[in-house]
C-alpha cells in the first residue's frame, strides 16, 4: 500500500472545520476520512508483507498439513534433556540465587546524576528503578535511565584497547602514557589540552585540578551538543556568579514556560514532572460533605507555554503558543514589560489571538504574584533566561530558590570548544585527551573539527563506542559503563550520589579516573579503593568514615551534601541593551535543532529500545524526519516521506518531511543524533533507516535555531516507521478521552461517566471475586505527560524484543504498553495533545479467553487474565478477537537467543518468547508471585498472632507490602500517573485500597466499556484549568471549542 | 465372473474394522505407558555424578540438618545446592586425600565449580517456589522421597504436571505441620483429610488459585 497517509496537500475538506466542535482524533487522515485511515482501522496489520517468498500449492499444503496433524502432539513425548547444576566454589555473600539484592547507584547525563536503584540477580543488573530518597528521583525513571541498562550489555560496546585502529593493551597504553608523563612535567603541560563533557564529579574535578596545577600551561575545555550555554551566560549576568536554578513547582498556581521542556529535559525533569502534576491531580472526596459544610473547592493550578517546537510540556499546557523561536524573546520582553520590569520592547506587531494571549496571561500573573514562576528554556537566548529571572524577581516568586553550580568550569562550551579548536588549528596542541564525548559527530560544523583534530600530534579518545572521534585518533580506551564502575555525580541541586558498581567490567573498560590517575603519576588501584580514599581525605576527621561510606552506598545519597540556598538579585545592568529588530515580513524558514526525546544528542544510537521507542508526539520510531506544520508542508508543496534537501549556510543535507499538527508555521525542526556512520549495528544509518545528520546543519550561530534555511523538495519517497496509526481502537475517540474542564467536573459533581458495573449484563458465566486479592489498574490521564518511562520499562522488565524498522513497518512492534495520542482542535491552530497509555485491560470478560483453541489464555482467580506460553499454538485468534488490540504476536524469532552478553541482562523471572507466541501485558505476574508469597508468610503470622496489636502490626506490615506491589510500568512513572492494587484489600485503618478509591471517582471510565467486555484497568479523565478570560471553562470542549476565535486556546 | 476378495477377507476386514479401534486405543496406551515408565521419567534411576554423593550418610548417618547444604530451601524459589565450600567445610579436615573426594579438593584448589548432574530438574516454562512449598507444610518426602535413605540420589516423583495438580486440587491430603516437614519418616495420619483441611484454613490457602495457570507459569 503507497504511504500516502497524511495528503496535507490536499484541498481542505469543510469536515475539518467540524473539529473545533470536542472532535477528537488521531491524525489529518481520521479527519479527511481517507479510505487509507479506513483500511488502518479495519485490518490490524493493514500493511501485511508477504513472509513467505515461495509459493506453495494446495495440493502440497493439505500433504503437509496432514502429515503434521498426524503426529502432532508427539513433541510432547520427548525425554527431557539431561542437564547439570552448578553451584558456586565460594558464594560472595548476601547473594541467594532466586532472589534479587538491589543496590543504590547514579546514571550521569549531561553532568548531572539521578540517582536509581539497580536489581541485581546472581551478580547481573536486570532492571532499574528510581531511588526514592534521591531529589532527582523521587523513585521514578525516564526512558532513557529505563533503556540504560541495555547499553551495559550492548555487544557493539568498545572491548578492547586500540591503537591507530589495530588491537592493543591496556598494559601498552599505561607504558605509553607513564613515559610521557615525564615529558610533560617538564614542559610545565605545554601543548596538553582535556576536552570533557559536562563535569560535576567531586572527584574528576579534583583530579582534573591537580594535573593542572602539576601541569599550569595544560587547559581544560569542556562540550558537549546540548550545551545549556544560555542558562550559564545568564546567571553570571544576572547574578554575577554561576548560579543553578532550582523550581519548585509544588508551590507553583501559574507557570509560564517560555520554551522550556522542564517535564523531560533537565537533570530535575523527573521533580519537576512529580511536582507538577501533584498539584494538578484531582480527586473527589469519595463521601459527600457533612451538613453545614461546603464541597471543598477542587485546585489546579495553571501551565502557559509558549514554545517554538512541540514538546511534552506544551501537551501538557492549558493555553499553549506555539511560534517561532525568534519570537519567544520578543514575547517574553512584551510581557516582562507589562508587568513592570525595566527592558526593552521589541517592536513587533503581535497578532489578535497573540494580543489577547498576552493580556491573559499578565493579567494572570498579576493576580498570582507570589505564587507564579516563568521557566525560561535551555534552548532559548541568554536575553530570554535573564528576563525570567527578572520576571520571577518582579512577581516575588516563592517556587524557586538558586544553589551555588556545582559544575567547575565557568566558560561557556561553545566558546570552550571554539578556543580549542583555534588553538588546535594553529599547531598549538600537541596532545588532546578526550574523555567522553564525540565532537567529530557533534560540534558545530562551521569548526570542521575534525579538520582541526588531524593537527594534534596524539590524540586519546577515551569512550564507550568506537565511534566517529575515536576513528580519528590514535589511542581508543574503552570507557566502563555507570553500571560497571565507580564514580561520583552530583545532582541538580547538588546533592552527591556514589556511583557504584553492580558489575565487574564486561569488557575491560577503565574508567576516566583511572586514565587521570595515570597522568598524575599515580600507581594503579582497586577504582574502589581509590574512590574511598579520596572521599576519606575529602571528608576529613569527624565521625566513623566506615558508617557514613557505607550509608552512602545504600542510601544512594550522602548525607548533608546538598547544596544550600543563596539568594541572589538580578544585576539591573544586565536588562540593558537593545531589543532585537523587528523581522521583516514574509520571513525565512526558521531551523530548530533539538535532541531525539530517545536518543538524547546520539549517544543512544545503537540502543534498541530507545530506537524503537515511539517519539511522544510525532510517534516515529528508527528515524528522524524535518517535522513541519500542516500549512507550512502545503507551502512547500510537500507531504509525509517526501524527501527534501535543506540547505543552510550552504550545508545541505537530504531529509524525509512528517507533517505534525501543532508545529509552529514557518520552522522545522530537526532532532539531533540520527545519520551517524559509527554507532554500531543498531545505530548505524542504512539507505533504509538511521535517519540523516543533523549536525552537519549545525552551526557555531545557529545551535539552538538559525533562521534562512531553504528547502527544496525532491521527487523521491522515504518510508518512515510512524506507530501513530497502529493498533487503533475502533470507536469515536470522544469516548476513548475523556477531557473536561475543573469547573465541568466540579459541576457535574458525582454524576460518574458511565453507568455502573451492576447495570451490565452478561451472558457469560459470573464469577465471585469478594475472595481473596483481586488485582486491578488505574491509569489517571489527568497526569500521563505521555514521557515513555512505562513503555522501555516494561520491555525492561519482561524481556519484550525489538524488532527493527522494517516490522514496525507492519505494526508488529512488541512493546506490551503502547501510548495513544490523540488530539483534538484545528491542525492547522495548534491542537491540543492527550496521551493514553494502553496495556491489557484484563478483561473479567475477556473475549479472548473464549476463542483460544488450546487453553492458553485463561483467567485466573484473582482477575488475572493470563497467558500461558508454551501452550500455545499461535491462531491468533485471541488477538483477533482483542477490541484493544494489546496483544503481541511474535511473527518472527524477534528475541535474540544468541548473543551472549544480552542474555546476561534478561529478566530470569519472565520467560523469553519464541516465534509463534502471544504475548501481552501480564500485570507483571512474576512481581505479584513474588509478593504472594511474602504476603501468604504474613497471613499466616497474623492467623498465629497473640494479641490484637500483634495483628494490627502484622496487618499493617501486609499493607506496606502490597503498597510496594506494583508493576514496572507504574513503578516507573515520574508523576505516579499508575496506581496498582488489591480491589478486595482493606488495610490496617480500615480503608479501601488506593485503586479502589480511584475506580470509584466520577471521573473514572473505562475503554470501550458499551463492549461489555468489564476491564480491570480502567482511566481517569483528563482535566484542564482554562483562564476564564481567553474561553469560557463551562462550555469549553477539547480543541477549544469556539468557532469565532480559531487558532488561540 | 471370479471373485477379487478370498472369502478370509470378510473375516480380516471385519476384524480389522472393529480391531481398529483397539489398535489406536493400545497405540495411545502404550504412549502413556511409555511416557511414564522410568526410561523418559528417570524415576528411581540414579544420574552417575562427578562425586558419588550419599544422602544416606551425611543425613541419616550423621544427622547433618538439610539446611546445611540446602540453605535457601525455605526463603528462595531455589532450594540451593552446596558449594564446593560447603563440603570443605568438613572435608579439609576429614576424609582429606579420599580419591572419590578429589574432585572436589581439586574445585576448591582451582575456582572451577562441580558440575553436579541434576536430578528433579523443571521445563524452563516451569516457575516453581520451594520457599512457599516448605513453608506451607510441603514436607521435602513429599515430592523428593526418603532422600536420608539413598546412597546415591534419584527421582522417586515424575514431577509431571498431572502429579503436581494431585496435590494441587486437593492440598489437603498432603500438607503436614510446618515442624514436621523436615521429617523423612512422617506418614500421613489416618485423618489426614481433617488435619490437612485445618492446615489449608489456618494457613489462608486459596484452593482456587492453586489451580491458576500463572501460579505456576509465566
Known amino acids: ?1049 | 465372473m471370479a471373485q477379487i476378495f478370498h472369502p478370509s477377507m470378510n473375516t480380516l476386514s471385519k476384524v480389522s474394522v472393529f480391531g481398529a479401534v483397539f489398535m489406536v486405543l493400545a497405540a495411545l496406551w502404550l504412549g502413556g505407558w511409555i511416557q511414564r515408565s522410568p526410561y523418559v521419567t528417570a524415576v528411581s534411576v540414579p544420574r552417575e555424578q562427578p562425586v558419588p554423593f550419599s544422602h544416606e550418610h551425611h543425613a541419616a548417618g550423621l544427622g547433618i540438618d538439610c539446611r546445611y547444604c540446602h540453605t535457601s530451601v525455605m526463603d528462595s524459589a531455589f532450594a540451593g545446592i552446596p558449594s564446593t565450600k560447603t563440603c570443605m567445610t568438613c572435608h579439609s579436615q576429614i576424609w582429606k586425600t579420599a580419591d572419590a573426594l578429589a574432585p572436589v579438593r581439586a574445585s576448591w584448589a582451582t575456582g572451577v565449580p562441580i558440575r553436579w548432574k541434576r536430578v528433579h530438574d523443571l521445563p524452563d516454562f516451569v516457575y516453581f517456589h520451594h520457599g512457599i512449598h516448605v513453608r506451607n507444610g510441603i514436607g521435602c518426602s513429599t515430592c523428593h522421597g526418603r532422600v536420608n535413605s539413598m546412597p546415591l540420589t534419584w527421582k522417586t516423583e515424575t514431577l509431571y504436571m498431572e502429579w503436581c495438580l494431585e496435590c494441587h486440587r486437593q492440598p489437603e491430603k498432603f500438607l503436614r505441620p510446618r515442624d514436621r516437614v523436615l521429617d523423612m519418616d512422617w506418614r500421613p495420619p489416618a485423618d489426614q483429610i481433617v488435619l490437612g483441611r485445618g492446615l489449608v484454613e489456618r494457613l489462608g490457602i486459596a484452593k482456587e488459585r492453586l489451580s491458576d495457570c500463572s501460579t505456576c507459569h509465566r
Open chain 1, 1 to 1049: 500500500m503507497d504511504d500516502a497517509r497524511l495528503d496535507s496537500t490536499a484541498p481542505r475538506r469543510t469536515r475539518l472545520f467540524g473539529c473545533g466542535e470536542g472532535r477528537i482524533w488521531r491524525s489529518l487522515d481520521e479527519l479527511a476520512e481517507t479510505e487509507e485511515f479506513a483500511a488502518f482501522i479495519r485490518r490490524e496489520f493493514p500493511d501485511q508483507a508477504e513472509v513467505w517468498q515461495d509459493p506453495l500449492s494446495r495440493r502440497e499444503f493439505l500433504a503437509l498439513m496432514a502429515a503434521s496433524f498426524g503426529v502432532a502432539g508427539l513433541t510432547g513425548c520427548t525425554r527431557a534433556p539431561d542437564s547439570e547444576i552448578v553451584p558456586y566454589v565460594d558464594p560472595p555473600e548476601q547473594v541467594v540465587p532466586g532472589q534479587a539484592l538491589r543496590f543504590a547507584t547514579a546514571m550521569p547525563l549531561s553532568g548531572y546524576g539521578r540517582g536509581v536503584l539497580v536489581e541485581s540477580h546472581l551478580g547481573r543488573p536486570t532492571k532499574i528503578e528510581g531511588n526514592p530518597d534521591h531529589p532527582a528521583s523521587l523513585g521514578a525513571t525516564d526512558a532513557i535511565l529505563q533503556a540504560s541498562i541495555l547499553t551495559l550489555y550492548d555487544p557493539d560496546r568498545a572491548k578492547e584497547v586500540l591503537r591507530r585502529g589495530g588491537t592493543s593493551t591496556w598494559g601498552q597504553f599505561v607504558g605509553e602514557v607513564r613515559q610521557s608523563v615525564a615529558t610533560f612535567r617538564q614542559r610545565g603541560g605545554r601543548g596538553l589540552r582535556f576536552l570533557t563533557e559536562t563535569v560535576t564529579s567531586p572527584t574528576l574535578t579534583r583530579q582534573l585540578r591537580s594535573l593542572l596545577e602539576i601541569l599550569p600551561a595544560a587547559r581544560w575545555h569542556h562540550y558537549e551538543p546540548i550545551t545549556q550555554d544560555s542558562r550559564r551566560e545568564a546567571s553570571r549576568k544576572a547574578f554575577g556568579r554561576p548560579v543553578n536554578t532550582i523550581y519548585h513547582f509544588d508551590r507553583a498556581a501559574r507557570i509560564l514556560s517560555l520554551d522550556a521542556d522542564f517535564l523531560s529535559v533537565g537533570p530535575a525533569s523527573l521533580r519537576a514532572a512529580r511536582q507538577f502534576i501533584d498539584a494538578r491531580r484531582v480527586r473527589a472526596p469519595l463521601e459527600p460533605p457533612a451538613a453545614g459544610q461546603s464541597a471543598s473547592a477542587l485546585s489546579m493550578n495553571r501551565l502557559y507555554v509558549i514554545e517554538s517546537s512541540p514538546s511534552i510540556t506544551g501537551a501538557m499546557a492549558d493555553h499553549r503558543l506555539a511560534v517561532r523561536s525568534e519570537r519567544v524573546e520578543r514575547l517574553a520582553r512584551e510581557i516582562a514589560a507589562r508587568l513592570g520590569v525595566p527592558i526593552a520592547r521589541s517592536e513587533t506587531a503581535w497578532t489578535p489571538a497573540e494580543e489577547r494571549w498576552i493580556a491573559a496571561l499578565v493579567a494572570d500573573l498579576r493576580a498570582h504574584p507570589g505564587e507564579s514562576v516563568i521557566v525560561p528554556g535551555d534552548f532559548q537566548s541568554t536575553a530570554v533566561h535573564v528576563i525570567a529571572h527578572a520576571l520571577n524577581e518582579r512577581l516575588g516568586s516563592t517556587a524557586l530558590t538558586h544553589v551555588e553550580s556545582p559544575e567547575p568550569l565557568a566558560t561557556g562550551q561553545l566558546e570552550s570548544l571554539s578556543e580549542l579548536v583555534r588553538e588546535m588549528r594553529a599547531g598549538e596542541v600537541d596532545t588532546l585527551v578526550l574523555l567522553g564525548g564525540n565532537p567529530v559527530l557533534t560540534a558545530p560544523a562551521d569548526l570542521d573539527f575534525a579538520e582541526a583534530l588531524s593537527r594534534v600530534n596524539l590524540r586519546v579518545h577515551h569512550s564507550l563506542y568506537y565511534d566517529e572521534t575515536s576513528f580519528l585518533c590514535h589511542w581508543h580506551v574503552p570507557d566502563t559503563h555507570y553500571l560497571e564502575t565507580w564514580s561520583d555525580v552530583c545532582a541538580f541541586d547538588g546533592t552527591v550520589s556514589i556511583i557504584q558498581p553492580l558489575i565487574a567490567p564486561l569488557y575491560g573498560g577503565k574508567s576516566p579516573h583511572q586514565i587521570l590517575d595515570l597522568l598524575l603519576d599515580r600507581p594503579e588501584t582497586d577504582a574502589g579503593e581509590a574512590l574511598r580514599e579520596e572521599w576519606r581525605a575529602r571528608r576529613g576527621g569527624g565521625g566513623s568514615f566506615d558508617e557514613f561510606w557505607r550509608t552512602a552506598l545504600r542510601q544512594g545519597v550522602v548525607a548533608e551534601s546538598t547544596l544550600p540556598p543563596v539568594s541572589v538579585r538580578v544585576d539591573p545592568a544586565a536588562l540593558e541593551g537593545t531589543a532585537p529588530p523587528a523581522s521583516p515580513a514574509g520571513a525565512d524558514i526558521e531551523v530548530i535543532f533539538r535532541p531525539d526525546p530517545a536518543i538524547w544528542d546520539g549517544r543512544f544510537a545503537n540502543n534498541g529500545w530507545l530506537q524503537e521507542l515511539p517519539r511522544p508526539l510525532t510517534k516515529l520510531t528508527w528515524d528522524n524526519a524535518a517535522l513541519v506544520s500542516p500549512r507550512t508542508a502545503r507551502a512547500l508543496g510537500v507531504e509525509n516521506e517526501r524527501v527534501v534537501d535543506l540547505e543552510l549556510r550552504g550545508r545541505t543535507v537530504r531529509a524525509p518531511v512528517w507533517v505534525l499538527p501543532g508545529h509552529p508555521d514557518g520552522s522545522v525542526t530537526l532532532h539531533l543524533g540520527y545519520g551517524r556512520e559509527r554507532a554500531g549495528r543498531v545505530g548505524n544509518a542504512t539507505e533504509k533507516r538511521g535517519g540523516f545528520n543533523a549536525y552537519r546543519l549545525r552551526t557555531s550561530d545557529a545551535m539552538a535555531s538559525g533562521v534562512g534555511l531553504i528547502v527544496r523538495p525532491r521527487a523521491e519517497r522515504y518510508r518512515l516507521a510512524c506507530t501513530q496509526l497502529h493498533q487503533m481502537l475502533e470507536g469515536p475517540a470522544e469516548d476513548l478521552v475523556h477531557v473536561e474542564t475543573i469547573q465541568q467536573f466540579s459541576a457535574r459533581a458525582a454524576r460518574p461517566l458511565e453507568p455502573s458495573a451492576e447495570a451490565r449484563r452478561s451472558m457469560y458465566p459470573e464469577v465471585d471475586t469478594s475472595r481473596g486479592h483481586q488485582w486491578a489498574l488505574q491509569i489517571d490521564i489527568n497526569a500521563c505527560v505521555g514521557c515513555n518511562a512505562c513503555v522501555v520499562a516494561c520491555q525492561a522488565e519482561n524481556n519484550i524484543p525489538v524488532v527493527g524498522k522494517e516490522q514496525v513497518l507492519n505494526a508488529r512492534e512488541m512493546h506490551w504498553l503502547r501510548i495513544d495520542t490523540y488530539h483534538a482542535g484545528d491542525p492547522e491552530e495548534q491542537p491540543d495533545t492527550y496521551f493514553e497509555p494502553v496495556p491489557c485491560m484484563h478483561c473479567e470478560k475477556a473475549p479472548c479467553e473464549f476463542v483460544c483453541p488450546v487453553g492458553a489464555t485463561t483467567h485466573s482467580s484473582e482477575g488475572l487474565n493470563e497467558m500461558t506460553y508454551n501452550r500455545c499454538v499461535g491462531t491468533r485468534y485471541c488477538s483477533n478477537n482483542c477490541p484493544y488490540k494489546v496483544r503481541r504476536f511474535n511473527f518472527l524469532q524477534y528475541s535474540d537467543l544468541d548473543t551472549p552478553s544480552l542474555q546476561l541482562g534478561r529478566n530470569p523471572d519472565v520467560t523469553v518468547r519464541s516465534r509463534g507466541v502471544m504475548e501481552k501485558c501480564t500485570y507483571c505476574v512474576q512481581r505479584i508471585q513474588r509478593a504472594r508469597v511474602d504476603l501468604e508468610e504474613l497471613a499466616a503470622a497474623r492467623g498465629d498472632a497473640a494479641s490484637p496489636q500483634q495483628q494490627l502490626e502484622i496487618h499493617r506490615r501486609m499493607d506496606d507490602r502490597l503498597a510496594a506491589l506494583e508493576p514496572a510500568c507504574a513503578q516507573a512513572c515520574p508523576t505516579r500517573a499508575i496506581t496498582f492494587g488489591d480491589l478486595n484489600w482493606k488495610t490496617a485503618s480500615g480503608a479501601v485500597s488506593a485503586v479502589k478509591a480511584l475506580q470509584m471517582q466520577p471521573h473514572s471510565y473505562a475503554l470501550l466499556a458499551e463492549l461489555n467486555t468489564q476491564p480491570r484497568t480502567r482511566y481517569l479523565a483528563r482535566l484542564v484549568h482554562p483562564n476564564p478570560d481567553l474561553v469560557d471553562p463551562l462550555s469549553w470542549k477539547p480543541g477549544g471549542g469556539r468557532e469565532e476565535h480559531p487558532g488561540e486556546r
